[in-house]
């Protein structure tokens, strides 16, 4: 058995204006680095694998809280979202004719235009986890996230997610052959202060 813990990337001036990302390669702002800069991986998380996301608001982010580059792998890069991105969530919502759907209704097979479906976001990841061989700390993207723990808490993007993904917690999966077990309580960072 191995455990792999998963950590959102910290803020982007998309994010915090409601702008849809996905493969846009946007950087952290600067209070995030700061926010990140004071924080860090708790033990025995500090001396795990470190994978991360090659967008760099990813790799900055396990930069930050690690203190050492990351390995990346394209596996782990954001669902793209086509068309959409670079647009916001309630303006797309507040569009009927869109053709957005919040997350309790997408299925498996929902696409934005131009742009990837859970399955098949799930069937470039499944490959990157089945090769994991130790513990693991993977920073990444809220959408790699959802489509990790959806498949370990049994989710079909189909009514109320059973989790709810915050920034600074990392959200652990026991993962045994194909099975994978996630474990209830995220794990904060560590303020570097505390940390010494």
Known sequence: MIRLALLRHGHTAW??????????????????????AA????????????????LERAAETARLVSGRAPQTAPELTEMFWGDWEGKRGLD????????FRDIEHWGWDYR???????????????????????????????????????KAYGWDFDGPA??????????????????????????RLLKRDAAR
């Open 15 to 36: 994010n915090r204006a409601g702008q849809i990302q996905g493969r846009s390669d946007i950087p952290l702002d600067t209070a995030a680095r700061a926010e990140l």
């Open 39 to 54: 924080q860090c991986l708790p033990a025995p998380w500090d001396a795990a694998d470190l994978w991360s996301s090659p």
């Open 92 to 99: 797309l919502r507040a569009d009927p004719d869109s053709g």
């Open 112 to 150: 934005p235009p131009g742009g990837e479906s859970p399955a098949e976001v799930w069937a470039r990841i499944e490959p990157w986890l089945n090769g994991l061989s130790r513990d693991t700390v993977a920073v990444c993207h809220i959408g790699i996230m959802r489509m990790i723990l959806a």
């Open 162 to 187: 059973p989790f709810r993904i915050k920034r600074n917690r990392m959200f652990i999966v026991e993962i045994s052959g194909t099975r994978m077990t996630p474990l209830p309580d995220p794990v």
